[in-house]
């Protein structure tokens, strides 16, 4: 299979090229050149998800080793249950998948514990050294320090808000120890990080800079296609896991609610729906930081008028989803999204045409959630013995206000304890505590427990303490080096 850019290109690149060099010519990304197909049998006969892994990767025919592959896909073997991610019922036409029981207990495990493989050993097998920059507003940048940790012919420089994200999230990185890996705290917020990264990818200069030190540049941040990749996994599994338990029939549709920041997750599943998943509409739940809600309700991308606002699920604080423009290039083409992305660059803002927006409307709807409302939905299922962080709450509003006849599928993208101190408002009290005091105080009340992994981040040393205005990223990223 080959990769083409969304802004434009006669060069076509291989999966191997592609994620070892995210940057697509035009300052666009890659996309597959065509998307292959499942049916029935497919879908239905894994009953393993590592077994649907690994036929899911194999249909798109991507130029890495069986061997590779194998490594890649056994590191699902480092979740905390053989399912990987369990289907839980919890109404009678909702269910939730669970995307978080990997090592650093967030949906960026899923597809960053064999991305960082697959990557790893494509620069081993080349012997090239490679950068690998993050920009996280909190979970791809533990998810990232974790996959690359040590890894041979690999160096990570992770940049992360200062005060974007919470304190679990953050001793996640400040704490690793890994002699090939920096953690760069930014005074901005997460689209602060992110324009950065793309800049650095696009930077003639930096990579020249790069070159002389023999080191090439990647990503791992859903610019790359290869996280892209691995997130069509779990919606096919979700579907097939409905049909097997008897749920629903083979071809009868469902609704998927994502919490949305970056949009690579429902990306994910827009392209399995392309596959040949029987999803019927993609429902996009954001926090107030609504631009998503906006584009999809009213095909106006507009960022002039936009703050970045600091919320309870600071992994949806973002205003520049890049995974929007794959969307853009599969529905209007190359040269209409290189004109959509020129103008939000330049002007801030792009609309889409009627006839745009009503394509856009046949896959997608979206709704937002504030804090308050979000706090009311953890306190309601909690009572009912679901305890849920503030991200999925925000897929709880949608289903709420939805109202389809369709099963729904819901995505919980993290686990409370990455954000205690917000569910301490929800169900406690309404004050600010620290991370240890409401994982101690939630975990005792409710009787749910705390990760080990997650009790150890209290007491490890802090080893990057490495802070910086957005300016002087790149300087502090080639000193490292």
């Excluded at 205003?319 to 423009?325: A, C, D, I, Q, R």
Aim: contains cysteine; proline residues 3%.
């Amino acid at each position: 299979m080959k990769f083409i850019g969304t802004r434009g290109t006669e060069d076509k690149k291989t999966f191997s090229e592609a994620i070892l060099n995210p940057a697509a010519p035009n300052g666009g990304l890659y996309c597959p050149e065509n998307l292959p197909t499942i049916d029935e049998e497919f879908i239905t006969s894994h009953r393993d998800y590592k077994s649907l892994a690994k036929a899911v990767i194999k249909k798109f025919n991507v130029d890495i080793s069986d061997e590779s592959l194998e490594k890649a896909i056994n590191l699902y073997d480092k979740f905390d249950t053989d399912k990987v991610v369990p289907v839980e019922k919890v109404e009678d036409n909702l269910f939730i998948a669970e995307l978080w029981h990997g090592p650093t207990r967030a949906f960026k495990d899923m597809a960053l514990q064999p991305f960082g493989q697959v990557l790893s050993d494509l620069a081993k097998e080349k012997n090239e050294n490679y950068l690998i920059l993050a920009a996280t507003s909190g979970d791809t940048g533990p998810a990232t320090l974790e996959t690359f940790a040590n890894k041979e012919n690999i160096k990570v420089a992770c940049m992360y808000p200062e005060n974007g994200t919470s304190d679990v999230q953050r001793l996640q990185m400040v704490t690793i120890d890994a002699k090939n890996e920096k953690v760069i705290g930014v005074r901005g917020n997460f689209d602060d990080t992110q324009n950065t990264l793309k800049q650095l990818l696009n930077s003639d200069n930096f990579k020249n800079t790069l070159k002389e030190k023999n080191i090439k540049l990647s990503a791992a941040n859903s610019v790359n296609f290869g996280r892209i990749i691995f997130q069509t996994i779990y919606h096919i599994w979700a579907y097939g896991k409905l049909v097997n338990d008897g749920v629903i029939k083979f071809g009868e549709k469902i609704d998927i609610i994502v919490p949305s920041g970056n949009f690579g997750n429902a990306l994910g599943g827009y392209y399995a729906k392309k596959m040949g998943l029987a999803i019927d509409k993609i429902v996009i739940a954001s926090n107030i930081n609504n631009v998503l809600t906006e584009w999809v309700n009213n095909g106006v991308y507009d960022l002039t008028n936009k703050e970045l606002i600091q919320t309870a699920s600071p992994a949806m604080d973002i205003l520049k989803s890049s995974n929007v423009e794959r969307v853009l290039f599969d529905k209007f083409g190359a040269k209409r999204t290189a004109e959509l992305m020129k103008s939000l660059e330049e002007n801030g803002k792009y609309e889409l045409t009627p006839e745009e927006l009503a394509e856009i409307k046949k896959d997608f709807i979206a709704t937002s959630c504030s804090d308050e409302e979000g706090f009311e939905y953890i306190k309601e299922y909690a009572a009912k013995g679901y305890i849920m962080d503030t991200h999925t709450a925000t897929a709880i509003k949608a289903y709420k206000t939805l109202n389809s006849d369709n099963i729904q599928v819901a995505y919980s993208t993290a686990e409370w304890t990455k954000f205690a101190p917000s569910l301490y408002r929800a169900l406690i009290e309404d004050k600010k505590v620290s991370d240890k005091e409401a994982l101690d105080t939630i975990s005792e009340k409710y009787n749910v427990s705390v990760p080990k992994m997650v009790e150890e981040l209290f007491t490890k040393e802090i080893t990057q303490k490495t802070i910086v205005n957005k300016d002087e990223i790149e300087k502090e990223i080639v000193k490292f080096l």
